[in-house]
């Protein structure tokens, strides 16, 4: 049992790149989150989606973009990479309704935009 | 004022003692407590949840809930070298998808 699987661990941007973090699930979880995590500054949510097809902004939405057209992925899209989207990503899920505060995070991207 | 504050540390103890970790909030509204535990380069882990206030035991870990002084604690006992990691704690609201965590704490446990 995987659980939240992310892809690339790693990765360096140049200024203006565009690039894809895949996120994937395999607990057949409703919920899906993408967070990032900035040093002394906890996790901030960047965008969820309580199932396909649905998407909503979290709290430092700007730059980025997703979609969820299958219940397991939840890709988030950074287009014209900023060196303030130097972060580490993570994207997590969780059950629909009651239990949904519960959160099953992935082992993170660390990204560079340099 | 950030809504969730927590003292970043680093706390650092020796084997054995016992650990206590906090986090004050603003939002009355909160309903959902959660503590996680982080390792270095890894995802957060759920490690404690409590609904409203109250405390909640599970092992060597007991988390408490005090909604009157906006108030959460994590307490650890017979801490080992292996808690050593960073501690989130973390708050939502019912009718809510955001969870609001604090800056996390980071501990240190010595053999």
């Known amino acids: 049992n995987a659980g939240v699987t992310q892809t690339p661990k790693f990765r360096i941007l140049k200024i203006g790149q565009s690039m894809t973090l895949q996120c994937t699930q395999d607990?057949?979880?409703?919920?899906m989150y993408w967070y990032r995590q900035d040093p002394g500054m906890g996790l901030k949510l960047i965008y969820y989606?309580?199932?396909?097809?649905?998407?909503d902004k979290g709290e430092v939405p700007n730059g980025y973009n997703v979609s969820r057209s299958t219940t397991e992925d939840f890709p988030l899209r950074l287009e014209l990479a900023a060196p303030s989207q130097t972060s580490v990503y993570f994207c997590?899920?969780?059950?629909?309704?009651?239990?949904?505060?519960?959160?099953?995070f992935g082992s993170g991207t660390q990204l560079s935009v340099l | 004022q950030k809504e969730v504050e927590q003292d970043p540390g680093p706390l650092s103890v020796p084997e054995g003692a016992i650990v206590s970790l906090n986090c004050t909030y603003s939002?009355?509204?909160?309903?959902?407590f959660m503590w996680y535990r982080q390792y270095s380069r890894k995802g957060p882990e759920l490690l404690m949840y409590?609904?409203?206030?109250g405390n909640k035991e599970d092992g060597r870990f007991t988390a408490q809930v005090d909604k009157s002084s906006k108030y959460i604690s994590l307490f650890i006992r017979d801490s080992q070298p292996s808690d050593s990691a960073t501690y989130l704690c973390?708050?939502?609201?019912?009718?809510?998808?955001?969870?609001?965590f604090g800056a996390g704490t980071r501990l240190f446990v010595k053999a």
């Open positions: 607990m057949n979880h409703n919920y």
């Open positions: 989606s309580v199932g396909a097809g649905i998407t």
């Open positions: 939002n009355s509204a909160f309903q959902y």
């Open positions: 409590t609904y409203s206030s």
């Open positions: 997590a899920s969780s059950y629909g309704g009651e239990g949904w505060e519960k959160l099953f």
């Open positions: 973390a708050m939502s609201y019912t009718g809510g998808f955001k969870t609001i």
